[in-house]
């Protein structure tokens, strides 16, 4: 019943913004730790930013100062916006979510979550 989608990406810019969307369905966002994570062709998937339920927040070094993660508890969503885009910045970016007491944290390891979205591609491009 849980379900998370992604949306908001594509073609941009170097320099450039977007903003990533992730809709929850089948719980309610707020008890959950929420990540942005994004993978590259033949490059392991990485955290990027991720919030935990009671609104503490962690961002890869890679992305520190560029990307914010934030929520609409209203539309139960949560975003990530992304700029000064830069090529590097180039994956499929996906959003996931952890419940339970780890939900309390925001750290940012792929193995800690256990539902995932399908993932949207993101190409920063001139």
């Known amino acids: 019943q849980l379900q998370l989608v992604e949306s908001g990406g594509g073609l941009v810019q170097p320099g450039g913004s977007l903003r990533l969307s992730c809709a929850a369905s089948?719980?309610?966002?707020?008890?959950?730790?929420i990540g942005w994570f994004r993978q590259a062709p033949g490059k392991e998937r990485e955290g990027i930013s991720c919030?935990?339920?009671?609104?503490?927040?962690n961002y890869a070094d890679s992305v520190k100062g560029r990307f914010t993660i934030s929520r609409d508890n209203a539309k139960n969503t949560v975003y990530l916006q992304m700029n000064s885009l830069i090529p590097e910045d180039t994956a499929v970016y996906y959003c996931?979510?952890?419940?339970?007491?780890?939900?309390?944290?925001?750290?940012?390891?792929?193995?800690?979550?256990?539902?995932w979205g399908q993932g949207t591609q993101v190409t920063v491009s001139s």
């Open positions: 996931a979510a952890r419940g339970g007491l780890l939900a309390l944290q925001a750290m940012c390891a792929a193995n800690n979550f256990g539902s």
């Open positions: 089948g719980f309610t966002l707020n008890t959950y730790a």
């Open positions: 919030v935990s339920s009671r609104g503490s927040t």
